[in-house]
């Protein structure tokens, strides 16, 4: 199945829509979720994980965040890496609590993929950031957010280069380290190879019991458009690359793309 059908296919099954109408070509956010599930993951702390992303997205705080944005809309798509990589939901657009909760649900029954037992943080990147070319709206931000409990020891592409390259794409790469006594250290590994781009952070969970917490703070912050302590300036670049962006979503001629960026003013969004 393609990627457009496969997308579509998916929203009609949670009953939410994937296009849009006319004039309504924006999200506040394209947020891809990358989920480490290699061998360290054991079931216990799967379903710790798959259950702290499921209860962030109906939280109060996303649900506020989703609304107070400039769109009220954001989209967001989720794969699952460990060797290899699995798209476990393409692409989304969600307008608010009850996309968010139908999301959830579909999470919790959706199986775990099995995608061998190594750890490839760069496959994961690499693999998030290819996502972007079939995002059905532009978004304000690229976000990529990747979690895992281990350092990079299979794959052919370096974490730190497959983040570069995203980067280099206008996309934001964020990290949630999970520590455990098998990975000391892996909070300064995940700054150092993963974290990269405009407004890019990480926040750590002090092991999987934490998990919960530090990934509804996490995406409340990415979604709102805000680190840690402030909220995102968009720069003068990436407000040139969005406006191409909107120019190819809406089929305009490359001569009617905006050539000043820099005359524009782009709003961030705020909880």
Same mark, same amino acid.
């Given at each position: 199945?393609s990627?457009?059908w496969?997308?579509?296919?998916?929203?009609?099954?949670?009953?939410?829509?994937? !296009?849009?109408?006319?004039? !309504?070509? =924006?999200?506040?956010?394209?947020?891809?979720?990358?989920? &480490?599930?290699s061998?360290?993951?054991?079931?216990?702390?799967?379903? @710790?994980?798959?259950?702290?992303?499921?209860?962030?997205?109906?939280?109060?705080?996303v649900?506020?965040?989703?609304?107070?944005?400039?769109?009220?809309?954001?989209?967001?798509?989720?794969?699952?890496?460990?060797?290899?990589? +699995?798209?476990?939901?393409?692409?989304?657009?969600?307008?608010?609590?009850? &996309? @968010?909760?139908a999301?959830?649900?579909?999470? +919790?029954?959706a199986? =775990?993929?099995?995608?061998?037992?190594?750890? *490839?943080?760069g496959? %994961?990147? !690499?693999?998030?950031?290819q @996502?972007?070319?079939?995002?059905?709206l532009?978004?304000?931000?690229?976000v990529i957010?990747?979690s895992g409990?281990?350092?990079?020891?299979a794959?052919?592409?370096?974490?730190?280069?497959? =983040? *570069?390259?995203?980067?280099? &794409? %206008?996309?934001?790469?964020?990290?949630?380290?999970?520590?455990?006594?098998?990975?000391?250290?892996?909070?300064?590994?995940?700054? #150092?190879?993963v974290? %990269?781009? $405009?407004?890019?952070?990480?926040?750590?969970?002090?092991?999987?019991?934490?998990?919960?917490? #530090?990934?509804?703070?996490?995406?409340? @912050?990415?979604?709102?458009?805000?680190?840690p %302590?402030?909220?995102?300036?968009?720069?003068?670049?990436?407000?040139?690359?969005?406006?191409?962006?909107?120019?190819?979503?809406?089929?305009?001629?490359?001569?009617?793309?905006p050539?000043?960026?820099?005359? +524009?003013?782009?709003?961030t969004?705020? $909880?």
């Amino acid at each position: 199945m393609s990627r457009p059908w496969a997308a579509a296919a998916f929203a009609a099954a949670l009953g939410m829509p994937l !296009s849009v109408s006319a004039g !309504s070509h =924006r999200a506040d956010v394209a947020l891809v979720l990358a989920i &480490d599930v290699s061998g360290s993951v054991d079931e216990n702390r799967f379903k @710790l994980q798959r259950e702290g992303i499921a209860a962030a997205l109906e939280s109060e705080e996303v649900v506020a965040a989703v609304l107070s944005g400039v769109n009220q809309a954001i989209e967001i798509a989720v794969i699952e890496w460990a060797e290899e990589q +699995r798209v476990l939901v393409p692409w989304i657009v969600l307008r608010g609590r009850d &996309d @968010l909760e139908a999301l959830a649900t579909h999470l +919790r029954g959706a199986g =775990r993929s099995w995608v061998h037992t190594m750890t *490839d943080p760069g496959g %994961g990147i !690499s693999a998030a950031a290819q @996502l972007f070319a079939a995002e059905p709206l532009v978004g304000l931000r690229r976000v990529i957010d990747v979690s895992g409990d281990g350092r990079q020891n299979a794959g052919e592409v370096a974490t730190a280069d497959a =983040r *570069d390259a995203a980067v280099s &794409d %206008g996309i934001t790469v964020n990290g949630l380290p999970i520590a455990s006594e098998r990975e000391p250290g892996i909070e300064d590994w995940y700054q #150092a190879n993963v974290v %990269g781009g $405009p407004g890019a952070f990480l926040v750590a969970a002090d092991g999987y019991d934490a998990f919960a917490a #530090a990934f509804r703070r996490k995406l409340t @912050l990415e979604i709102a458009g805000m680190t840690p %302590g402030r909220t995102l300036p968009q720069t003068s670049r990436n407000i040139e690359r969005l406006d191409r962006r909107v120019c190819d979503k809406e089929r305009q001629a490359p001569k009617a793309c905006p050539r000043d960026a820099s005359k +524009r003013t782009a709003t961030t969004a705020s $909880p």
